[in-house]
């Protein structure tokens, strides 16, 4: 049922996206070659969450106190989210939702819930991946995801319908030539996604790997290793898209929602409660449980640098 899926995305790769734009390219443009190398990772491994690497909520008030607004600990749900609901044991990260009232800027809660959001920024293109077992429950709305203001790249929502529906999506926010009105209304500017997909799999019954490797061309997305979807950047002015790592210069259409290179982006793992779903029996408290968390860059940004022998030889002795 998987590869059935995997064949109709591959095929339908576009799924609802915005209009495309015309463009020209002017110069030959050709994919990057190096093989991926780790730059950034979390394997779960201590008796507490690594906070030198890890927000518990979204950083967005003042610098001197970056969770002091209304948003910050909410965002869109129907939960707070607690430095508590993160927790550690055996190798796994836990992130809890529960049902226990709490207040935050003068608005009540019914739930309370987990997440992290990562301090290191990610500048340049790169592989995201984590590896999980999702929440049982369409109450639940656990996420993978990298944003960065204009860019988001959603690796995996399963919103409000069960561990067994997911979305794959691109936004582009807030950029300077957006031509509705959709940032005013809360919305994204341009987006392109696949919608909700059903893969026949209880994603809450065994832990899965999921991915998306953003590339200069094309971003595509991996269920345990397999392409489910992908984004390319570039179209023929019949609409076909461009697959090639070596684009030669002349007219295209481009995908609008494709992240703006260089931005800065965070990675963001997440169970939330929805505001409104169909759970007639809600499973309290639920967890989402990561195993690891993980970025690879194969041109790496200033700052960071390779993980990966000091990793192997970490794997290595673990073995």
Not at 28 to 52: A, I, P
Not at 99 to 108: C, L, Q
Not at 256 to 278: D, L, R, T, W
Not at 287 to 294: A, F, K, Q
Request: with cysteine; hydrophobic share 30%; glycine share 6%.
């Amino acid at each position: 049922m998987l590869l059935f899926f995997v064949a109709m995305l591959i095929n339908l790769h576009s799924g609802a996206q915005s209009k495309k734009i015309k463009v020209k390219l002017d110069k030959l443009l050709e994919c990057v070659s190096n093989k991926y190398q780790l730059v950034f990772h979390d394997e779960f491994d201590g008796q507490f969450l690594d906070t030198s690497k890890w927000f518990t909520y979204y950083p967005y008030g003042p610098a001197a106190k970056p969770d002091s607004c209304s948003f910050c600990r909410t965002h869109v749900t129907a939960n707070i989210f607690r430095d508590e609901n993160c927790t550690l044991n055996d190798g796994l990260l836990f992130l809890k939702s529960d049902k226990i009232k709490g207040n935050w800027f003068g608005n009540s809660f019914d739930y309370t819930s987990g997440m992290i959001h990562s301090k290191q920024q990610f500048t340049t293109y790169g592989k995201y991946e984590i590896r999980c077992k999702l929440p049982p429950g369409k109450q639940q709305w656990p996420a993978f995801w990298i944003f960065g203001w204009n860019t988001e790249i959603d690796i995996f929502e399963f919103i409000c319908k069960g561990p067994e529906k997911l979305e794959f999506s691109i936004h582009n926010w807030m950029t300077k030539d957006c031509p509705n009105k959709n940032p005013s209304k809360g919305a994204p500017c341009y987006s392109s996604q696949s919608g909700k997909i059903d893969f026949n799999i209880d994603f809450s019954k065994a832990f899965h790997t999921f991915s998306v490797e953003y590339e200069p061309h094309m971003i595509k997305f991996y269920i345990d290793d397999i392409m489910v979807r992908y984004v390319p950047k570039y179209y023929d002015l019949q609409e076909r898209p461009i697959n090639s790592c070596r684009i030669l210069p002349g007219d295209y259409l481009a995908e609008p929602s494709f992240p703006n290179y260089g931005e800065p982006v965070q990675v963001i793992a997440n169970q939330s409660i929805c505001k409104k779903h169909k759970e007639k029996k809600p499973k309290y408290p639920n967890y989402m449980e990561v195993d690891y968390i993980r970025v690879y860059q194969k041109e790496i940004q200033d700052g960071l640098t390779s993980l990966d022998k000091k990793f192997n030889d970490e794997q290595a002795i673990k073995r």
